[in-house]
């Protein structure tokens, strides 16, 4: 869990995740829908880790943006229609949809979810 921005408690959690593989800057990306239960604060997230480079060195990105509670309950049904979130292989709808790559190369899954705008954070972990 981590911090919610909506009311700071320490209950946003992942309520649904869909692995969406490598492309040309990273070895794994996903995305995520968040919820706070206890102010019903909505996010979609992407997180991106890489593990080029340095054998001891990893590096990694969260981050996230408020949705709408209609945009978040979309979000959330769409990832949960996958049969298999985990296989990036997976040719299911959500799959095709949030991993399209941008110019060809990128996977940019936030680019398909209608965000609030300026809303961007990084989601804390509690301490």
């Not at 102010?39 to 943006?65: K, M, N, P, Q, V």
């Not at 985990?86 to 949030?98: I, K, L, V």
């Amino acid at each position: 869990m981590s911090v919610c921005p909506g009311c700071l408690g320490p209950s946003l959690a992942i309520t649904q995740e869909l692995e969406l593989g490598p492309d040309g800057d990273s070895d794994e990306i996903s995305i995520q829908a968040l919820r706070c239960a206890v102010c019903g604060f909505c996010a979609a997230a992407s997180y991106e880790e890489s593990r080029r480079g340095r054998l001891d060195h990893e590096c990694w990105r969260h981050w996230a943006f408020r949705i709408t509670p209609e945009h978040y309950a979309k979000l959330a049904s769409s990832l949960a229609a996958c049969p298999s979130p985990r296989d990036p292989a997976c040719s299911c709808n959500a799959h095709r949809w949030f991993g399209q790559k941008v110019q060809g190369w990128k996977i940019r899954p936030l680019e398909f979810v209608p965000v609030v705008e300026g809303s961007g954070f990084e989601p804390v972990p509690n301490p």
